[in-house]
């Protein structure tokens, strides 16, 4: 086995060096980054090999990816931008350095998409394969979106599709063993390589968003996150959510209700609260920036006698708050009991 | 199992609020840290179970304090401050909520005495127990204290006693099975609570430092780091080196020669290259700093014909380039050749 140093040195092609913001890149201690006068921004998101990507449906260079993309897209729900990101990988035995390097050669790739700068990291043996990035990006003190700041009125927008990833993954996982053959490859492709509307952020916090999440744990619970740190309810129009193409159909085929459908997470849209009056041309704007599919999906309302999350269908208001995905209690307990 | 949002608002209570540079703490999707002009330093550090330590022989607590610990010290190797951490724990099942409360504890101590706020965090399921974690710093732009600078005619200063932890380490696990009642306590705590020594660095780098690193991969190997960053070779002197109370009758008990002692990593000892009239006065008022011993240990040398790093003993010049733990190999490549 190639010794870590060695192996290192053969990843410093996918690594930043100085140059830009990046004062000092990968090699030293720590990196060195000029964030030009902004606040700093820093979020991190880790992976593990069968909790959150199989082996036989997400190849190394797609973990990689969204390893560094799912930490963007906690940025674009800020209103910030990526600057730079660091990696923890946890790097079983039977995983050889060809495989490392895809992984950094993924990474690499969403870094550059998005704007990063990879600068550095730690490896280190672990049974288990699993990859850790923070990212750090700026943003202008006190413009930042935050969770809190949803008042009633405020109308709710959604930019990007939703239901795709958990649909791919779902049709790839359907049988008695993964194949992905089996799943829509526009499904399948939003799972494997979700993208950060950072655009789409940047946007939303312009136009004058008071409230912004992306949609990773599921559309209902990450809602309810909003919720419970403006003290709000939330009111959805099933009608009116931006559904990725093809969820519909994978759905039925998988013989899924549609609210299921829609519900189930990791697609990395963003969800904002905004003026009524600003919502429409804000969410048209934001989505057009990306190329996706957006819309004013709802409203904030009293939180009295109401749902954490209510979402209006013609068969009745379904409660979403606790839709999503916990990965520990898998049992729908997150985000069931408002505070 | 206590469900994730459960648990993330249980350990609330060690998380930092906003306040000072904290903009934003954590629940959101990522935090908000105000550097106040100085360029953001990064760094990421992970340890995992069987590998970084032993149950038998670290608390919980433990973990979570040398989890930050060994950040700040990366931090301190710059002459940098920390400011604001994030943790993304790796879970297993069989770890239970008290436990995952007791690393945040250990955390929490580690930070409030490094100065650093626990900003947030990401706790995902897994089969293997580990703890990786980022601390953002800051520095004046342009004053950090990088690995390339060191100049051949610098003297070469080490702050923080050298062995402890790799001889405490050493006794608990000399037996068929982990007992840390066979270690002596101070050995064993400089394993389980490794130190940074951020005034040291703070103080070397206003001293003038040219280069300098913590020494966390082996002494040998980490100022090999220094040396080939910086295009230098060094000879350090095997009397001068600030060996750690207990070192040496701890090596006599286990049979272990006294280069190996002090060459065995986990130090977090800084070592720095500074011109030599200013080395005496600045490692004293570093080692003061801290109340750790400390000492002008050697000299940063022409590489032509040397070893990288070569230590003077009294039975002649020994090879210690290679000298270090390499996590993968555990065959000593790591830094045996120059690139």
């Known amino acids: 086995m190639t010794g870590e140093f060695t192996l290192i040195a053969q990843l410093g092609r996918y690594l930043a ?6 004062l000092l890149g990968h090699g030293d201690d720590a990196a060195v980054v000029d964030l030009q006068g902004g606040a700093a921004v820093l979020a991190v998101d880790a992976l593990v090999e069968g ?29 910030a931008s990526p600057v730079a990101a660091v990696v923890a990988l946890h790097r079983p035995d039977r995983v050889t350095a060809a495989q490392v390097e895809a992984l950094y050669r993924g990474m690499a790739e969403a870094a550059g998409v998005y704007g990063t700068a990879l600068v550095g990291g730690d490896t280190v043996a672990s049974d288990t394969l699993a990859v850790s990035v923070t990212v750090l990006g700026r943003v202008e003190a006190g413009r ?64 004058g968003a008071t409230a912004m999440i992306d949609v990773s ?3 209902g619970a990450d809602i309810a996150h909003i919720c419970r740190a403006s003290g709000v309810s939330a009111e959805l129009r099933l009608d ?3 559904v990725a193409d093809g969820v519909l159909a994978a759905a039925d085929r998988l013989g899924i209700d549609r609210v299921t459908a829609v519900a189930g997470g990791e697609d990395y849209a963003l969800v904002a609260a905004l003026p009524p009056e600003r919502a429409e041309e804000a969410v048209a704007g934001a989505a057009a920036a ?25 068969s009745g208001v379904v409660d979403l708050s606790g839709r999503g995905y916990d990965h520990y209690a898998q049992q729908g307990d997150a985000g069931a009991t408002p505070p």
């Open 17 to 22: 060096p100085a140059g830009g913001p990046v």
């Open 51 to 79: 909790r959150h990507w199989l082996a036989a449906v997400s190849s190394f260079e797609d973990v990689g990816w969204k390893a560094v993309a799912v930490n963007c897209s906690d940025l674009a729900a800020m209103g």
């Open 144 to 207: 930042e979106v935050r969770r809190a700041g949803a008042r009633p009125g405020d109308a709710l927008v959604c930019v990007g599709g939703l239901g795709a990833a958990a649909a791919g993954l779902g049709e790839a996982t359907a049988g008695a063993t993964p194949d992905p053959g089996r799943a829509d490859p526009r499904l399948l492709q939003a799972h494997r390589r979700p993208r950060a509307l950072l655009a789409a952020g940047h946007a939303l916090a312009e136009a």
């Open 217 to 219: 744990d599921g559309l």
């Open 240 to 242: 009116d959510l931006p």
């Open 290 to 314: 990306e190329g996706v599919p957006g819309a004013v999906v709802g409203r904030i309302v009293d939180p009295a006698r109401r749902p954490l999350v209510g979402l209006v269908t013609a």
